[in-house]
Structures are given as C-alpha cells and as structure tokens.
C-alpha cells in the first residue's frame, strides 16, 4: 500500500478545487443576488436626483461613488459566513485546513477584481450619462483616481479595498467561530483592523478622509501604498491561516 | 482499497474533563464495526478525531497508517457523518451533493441519486428547512455515496422512523458487500443494529471497555440465578457486573467465560445459565457504578 | 429469526440444518450465498460466512467454485442420526431426571409412550423441526421482528 502522505501538489489542486467551488458560490450569491440589488438602487437614485435636478448643494454629485460601500461590506459579511459556516462544512468533506484557506485566498483574489471591474463600469457609466447632462460626477471623499478614465487605478483601489475587507471578514468568522458571539464581537475592535489599516494606508474613501483631515495622512508614493496594502491583506489571510490550522470542528 | 485504524494512548481533555481517556484499539479494517456508548462516554469525540475534525493532542491516531490530521490523502477516503448537519444557512441539498462529487474521489453520482430518490429528498430545499430526519437522511447519502474507504455514521439515524432506519441498515449492508470498505457505527439502538457489526467496542466514560468480535462478545457475558451461596461458587473470579438478591435467591452477571466444566456443575446443581444479551451486556458493562472510596 | 443471545453464526447453522431436517432443503439442492443471507436477515456478512463455513466443516453443505454452495447428499441422514443420538441426551434423560425427582415411577412414563404408539401414525415428530415447516429457506419469512418494520414491497 503507498503511504498515506499528503504533497504540495495535492494540496494546490484540492486547494484551487476549493477556490472554484467557493468563488461559484460567491458569484451565485453576488452576481445573481446582491449585484443587481446595487444597480437597481443606484440607478434609482440616479434617476431620483435627475427627476429633481440634484440634491441641492450635492447636485451633480457621484452616486455610484457611494456603492463602494455595499461594495466592500457585502464581500465581508460573504467572508465570515465562508469561515465560520463552509470551513467546519468543508472539512466533514475531507478537506484539509491548509486547502481550504488556498480556497478562500483564491476566491478572495477572483471575487475582488471581479468587484472591480464592475465598480468600473459602474463608474464608466455614470460619467457617460452625466455627460448627456453636460456634467461630469463630483466626488465628496478621496480615491486614488481623478476620473473614471483612470481604469488602472479604479480597478486598483476597488480590488484593494474588497480584498482588504474580504481578508478580514475570513479572520472575523474564523475568530467568531472560534470564540463564540461574545468574546467574537469584542475582539472586531482587532479584528477590524486589516480593513482600516487598508483604507487608511490608501488613503481613500471615509477613513481615508479621516486620515487626511484627522491626521494629517499624505498619502506616500502609490508604489509604496499598493504594495502595502496587498502585504496587510495577504498577511491578514496567512495569520487567519495560521489560526485555523489546528482549529477543532465543533460537535 | 480497505484502511485500518490504530488508536494508541489516546486522551482527550475539555478543561478538567476527560472525555476520552487513554483508548487504545486496533482495527483490522474492511469489516463493520459497531460503537456503543452511552451520552457522553466520548463516542463522537473520539470519532471526530479518526476523520481530523480536531488535532490529537496526547496519543496517536492512524489511518491507514499516516495521521489524518490536516493530511488530505487520509480525509479524503475518511467520511464523517454526524448526527447534526453543519452547513451553513441557505446551503441546500444540491450545494452539499455538489461539494460532495468535487471533494470525494470515490464518489457516485448515481447512486446519490438513488439514495435521495429513495428517501424522497427535495434537492432545490435547504438544509435547515429540512425535517431532523430528512437531514439524517442527507448524512447517510452522503455518507454512502461518498463510498469512502472509512465511512463513519455517527448516531445518524435521528428523526427517522423505523421503517426508513431499516432501508438504511439494508442500504448500508448491500452497499458494504458491493464494495467493501471500513465502516464504523454508533447507535443507541442495539437491538436494531447489533447484527449488523463484526465487532464492536463500547465506551464508558471515556475507556474502553471491550472490543470483541460480535458473536464472541454475545457469549462473553451470563446471568447466573439459583440458591445465592451456589451462584457466588460458580461466578468466583469472574468480572461481575452486577447482583440481585431476592431472599436466597441470587442473580448474577458476569463477564467472562464460565468453563464448561463449572457451568455443567451448576445445571446439575439446579443453577440456570442465562446468555446475555448484546443490549444486556451493554447495559451491565456501562452501568453507574459506585465509585470506591 | 434470531436473537443476540447466542452466537448468530450458531444460530444460521442450525436454521439450515432444520430446513435439511425438514425436507425443505433436498439433497445437491443450492442454498442461498452468504451475501443473500447477510441482506436478507440483515446480518453482517462476515457472520454468515462463518455459519456457512461451519456447515462446510460438518460436511452438511458443500462448495461447488463459483456457482456456490449445495446441501450435501448425505447430509439429512447425517443430521438425523445425530439429532437422533442427542434426543436421548438431551430430551428423554432429562425426563427421567425429572420423574425421579417429583417421584413419577419409569412404568407410568413408559405406558404413556406406549400408548401414542397405539395412535394410528398419531406420533409426534421428534427433533426441533416444528417451526421449520412453514419457512421455506428459498423465500423464507423475515421472522417476527424485522417483518414489523419492513415496509418495502
């Protein structure tokens, strides 16, 4: 008989396996559910303000900008239920703690250049259609971007920021299964941190105002902040990682 | 391919409680194996540790030889079922088959849906809108259908009512002769499943307390009832697990085999030499006893 | 049809041999693979092997490879002479014992036999055989207990 011993490249198929199958599930959830949520809404919105010819003092003013938001915590709340639901699930299927966290890093990779690249769009046209207006969107708080023709930058500062919050949605539900409702919601205080270090570091968005106007943040070069930011989010998973490998399955 | 399991030294503490206490047991695998224990003796613990839902912390457990612990060629041949399905919300029948067929190398598709067909499965229904039998009924074909070389139910039987428990068990035997592989069972219904195990271990408490073929376990144990001071001659040196004395008549069980040579002495000595039986032994063998001080 | 109180093994022998005894089982006649056996009375199958497997060794049935298992020519002669040699063991001595203990005299016990033997054939059969009768080893009833819970058609 071979022995029974486990090798990289096993762990590596069975772990992308788990990738596919949870990156399915998070496209079924998002694409089919959650996406279309946020276009009707925002559309609605949109129509609302041309319908009264802007909000006063906003007018003219981004509304898909603020789909950055929904844009970020619905990937969160996807990853905690993928920690603390399909990992004790996953593992009754055979897998390995190593693989499944493959799996969740491979789906948050896919899932936040696939959210980019719709905040894109989104961007794209919206300031098509302000365009037919003769305008063009205001943006109220901080982006690494100018304009939405800045696609690599949009599509950078998208896929950061949800995997940002993906990574640290995986180590709240790790966290949260691991200690229970109580101690679980104490420690967000921690373990909300990757995120807004994140939005901090990239100097976008709310926090990224807070930390411009709060504490005098000036942004450092992008070729320092990208990289950081991907370091704080791998390293988010590599610590979830590390706290889930001899994490015991509840009866 | 068969896999034999090896449990040696194997404690498990949760604080100051002991829910597993220094097991050691060999199985040769491919056989069906029954594990009997009451609420609490450490059934599912120890399970839990054969399919790596929690590293070992003192002793060692084999499977197949290597660990299974965080060892994916062990886990993926080694299938859990337990009595609680822990999928998360929202999760339906067809999400579990799916990740079943991806996960499970040996898996067959068909036969799922032969099993689901059979206990009238709603495949397009959640997990947590199914009924507690409906449920254990999705363990067990999964379960069956994942036809991995160790296939552990642990007390999946709950919610279902006689008639469909009985599918399972002819299910699983067929199933088992077609291809056989290492089954282990856990259950509370003796009677029903006892038949069905080649051997059988019983927990207590955390110990084991025997591990012995079926049929050598159902001649292991005997009541023995007639005038107290004869009975207490016959049953000398044996393990007893147990007494009653209704004036001077006395009922004892024991454990162990009474030679043939004190059994005929007690016949002719108008003594009656009952067999226990597999749920009598279990009953005796995992009693409340006192502990001595 | 059996219960966990004695080896399950013993207790498949001795059901094939009182469909032997019986006449329900001929002589060369096939009975059923361990497999069957084992699904049919929902038994592990390792245990019915061993059953089967001590009637090999007792010479009651034979092997043919890869068509199965057949009751050997000899074997209801073989059982009853046995079963013959035991009835006195194990059914008329106790009687004696018995007799002699609540003090009923030989000649009454005898008189009593001698007056079935006055019946025309009314005799009873000897042997353990009285059960077998309606339970066809080919198709045989799932007995009390399983029939209860079976519901499959």
């Known amino acids: ?251 | 391919m068969t896999l034999g399991i090896d449990v040696r030294n194997l404690t498990v503490r949760f604080g100051d409680v002991v829910a597993v206490d220094d097991v050691s047991f060999t199985l040769s695998g491919g056989k069906i194996y029954g594990l009997l224990g009451r609420n609490g003796s450490g059934k599912t613990t120890l399970l839990s540790l054969l399919a790596a839902f929690a590293p070992v912390r003192q002793g060692k457990v084999l499977v197949g030889g290597a660990e299974p612990f965080e060892n994916s060629a062990v886990t993926e041949k080694v299938c859990l079922i337990r009595e609680r399905s822990i999928a998360p919300d929202g999760t339906t029948v067809k999400d579990i088959l799916n990740d079943a067929r991806v996960f499970r190398p040996a898996w067959d598709e068909k036969y799922a849906d032969r099993l689901l067909d059979m206990f009238q499965l709603p495949r397009k229904k959640t997990v947590s809108r199914l009924s507690r039998g409906q449920q254990s009924a999705l363990g067990i074909t999964v379960g069956l259908a994942s036809r991995a070389s160790v296939t552990i139910f642990d007390e999946s039987y709950l919610g279902l009512d006689a008639p469909t428990r009985y599918d399972f068990y002819d299910e699983l035997l067929r199933d088992y002769m077609e291809q056989p592989r290492t089954i282990i069972m856990s259950s509370h219904l003796i009677e029903e499943v006892g038949r069905l195990f080649e051997e059988v271990l019983i927990l207590d408490r955390g110990r084991l307390v025997s591990h012995e073929e079926t049929d050598t376990l159902l001649t292991a144990g005997a009541a023995v009832t007639g005038p107290a001071h004869l009975v207490d001659e016959v049953t000398q040196g044996l393990t007893v697990l147990s007494q009653q004395q209704l004036g001077g008549t006395k009922s004892t069980a024991v454990y162990g085999k009474i030679s043939e040579d004190a059994q005929a002495r007690a016949r002719s000595a108008g003594l009656e030499i009952g067999s226990l039986g597999l749920q009598d032994l279990f009953v005796h063998l995992t009693r409340e006893r006192e502990e001595p001080t | 049809m059996f219960d966990d109180r004695s080896p399950i093994y013993h207790q498949i022998a001795e059901a094939i041999k009182n469909d032997i005894l019986s006449g329900q089982l001929g002589a060369d006649d096939q009975v059923m693979s361990t497999n069957q056996y084992a699904a049919f009375y929902r038994i592990n199958p390792a245990t019915a092997a061993k059953g089967f497997a001590q009637l090999v060794d007792e010479g009651v049935i034979y092997k043919r490879r890869g068509i199965g298992m057949f009751v050997s020519p000899d074997a209801r002669e073989r059982l009853l002479k046995e079963r013959r040699e035991r009835f006195f063991a194990e059914v008329v001595d106790p009687i004696v014992d018995e007799a002699r203990v609540i003090g009923v005299p030989l000649t009454e016990i005898v008189a009593r036999i001698q007056a079935y033997a006055g019946d025309a054939n009314g005799g009873r059969r000897t042997g353990g055989d009285e059960q077998a009768g309606d339970d066809p080893v080919m198709r045989p009833d799932r007995g009390e207990e399983a029939g209860r819970h079976d519901t499959r058609h």
């Open chain 1, 1 to 251: 008989m071979t022995a029974l011993v486990d090798t990289p490249g096993r762990t590596w198929r069975r772990g992308l396996l788990c990738g596919r199958q949870l990156t399915v599930m998070m496209a079924y959830v998002g694409g089919l559910w959650f996406l279309p949520i946020v276009v009707v809404v925002f559309v609605g919105i949109g129509a609302l303000q041309v319908a009264t010819g802007g909000w006063g003092d906003l007018s003219w003013s981004s509304v898909w900008e603020h789909s950055l938001q929904p844009m970020r915590y619905f990937p969160l709340a996807m990853a905690i239920i993928v920690g603390a639901g399909m990992l004790p699930n996953y593992v009754s299927h055979g897998m390995t703690r190593r693989e499944f966290s493959i799996g969740v890093g491979i789906m948050i990779a896919v899932v936040s250049v696939a959210f980019a690249v719709v905040g894109a769009i989104g961007l794209g046209v919206e300031d098509v259609i302000y365009g037919w207006f003769g305008e063009s969107p205001e943006y109220t708080v901080p982006h690494l971007y100018a304009d939405p023709g800045d696609v690599p930058l949009v599509l950078a500062q998208y896929a950061l920021l949800t995997s940002a919050h993906m990574a640290t949605g995986w180590l709240i539900g790790a966290t949260y299964y691991r200690f229970g409702g109580y101690l679980g919601t104490a420690m967000l205080l921690v373990t909300l941190l990757p995120a807004i270090a994140v939005e901090f570091v990239l100097s976008v968005s709310y926090f990224g105002q807070v930390a411009q106007d709060g504490f005098g943040w000036d942004r450092p070069p992008l070729a320092v902040v990208i990289p950081a930011c991907l370091a704080i989010t791998a390293a988010t998973c590599y610590g979830t990682y590390r706290f889930v490998r001899r994490l015991a399955i509840k009866p």
